[in-house]
């Protein structure tokens, strides 16, 4: 299982582009590199998701280098709505053949007005 | 995208007695997991639920402890056995969509144990 490493914690005014790295250096060739947002009282919900390259969805992009050992979460323009633990997931989801998902320390984003 | 409910949302149970958690899911799914959150900690998966068959248990986690049912494919329970005020987490169902290699997850179950 491809272990991920994140910053604990991030603060960023309204506004700005919030930029999360993670850390994958184990990655297997079949793994998806899976990001999700979390808030109290509430299950993770899934943000974005991508093998390699870009990915861009109407809420995050997704940023992965060719030797995908790692990946970037970018947030544009945050809000305080935004205030979350988001965490990096890698792995395989497969009926056929599941391989289980760790998900790491995730990482704490507070927004400040 | 599967909506997963969740019951009871949340209950304060006293140490020694056992909870049973409910999961019921909008569509058919193979695979169903429980997981369980710390306070302040990440999630942690406690095994993984298979219609048919009986649950894998990952490190850590006994069936005696938490036994688990998934009569069908909408549907699971997690009890939570002979609870500690260890115990006190949030557990969370998750069902994977193929489809979309993503989890959805439900709103979790806030246990408190006294």
């Known amino acids: ?113 | 995208s599967a909506v997963i409910s969740q019951k009871p949302s949340r209950d304060i149970c006293q140490r020694g007695t056992s909870l049973t958690i409910q999961c019921q899911v909008d569509s058919q799914v193979t695979m169903m997991f429980w997981y369980r959150q710390q306070p302040g900690q990440s999630l942690t998966l406690i095994a993984t639920a298979n219609q048919g068959s009986e649950a894998t248990y990952e490190s850590g986690f006994v069936i005696d402890k938490f036994p688990i049912s998934r009569p069908n494919l909408t549907f699971s329970t997690l009890t939570v056995s002979n609870m500690s005020p260890e115990d006190s987490s949030i557990y969370l169902c998750s069902v994977e969509d193929a489809a979309y290699e993503k989890l959805f997850f439900g709103s979790g179950t806030q246990l408190s144990v006294l």
């Open chain 1, 1 to 113: 299982l491809a272990k991920t490493t994140q910053p604990i914690s991030m603060d960023s005014y309204e506004g700005q582009e919030v930029n999360i790295t993670c850390s994958h250096n184990n990655i297997a060739t079949n793994d998806y590199i899976t990001w999700y947002q979390q808030f109290p009282s509430q299950g993770p919900r899934f943000i974005i998701q991508g093998y390699k390259t870009k990915v861009t969805n109407e809420v995050a992009s997704l940023f992965i280098p060719a030797d995908r050992k790692s990946s970037t979460l970018s947030l544009p323009r945050v809000s305080l709505s935004d205030t979350a633990v988001y965490y990096c997931l890698v792995g395989v989801l497969n009926s056929g053949g599941y391989q289980k998902v760790t998900f790491g320390t995730g990482t704490k984003l507070q927004v400040i007005p």
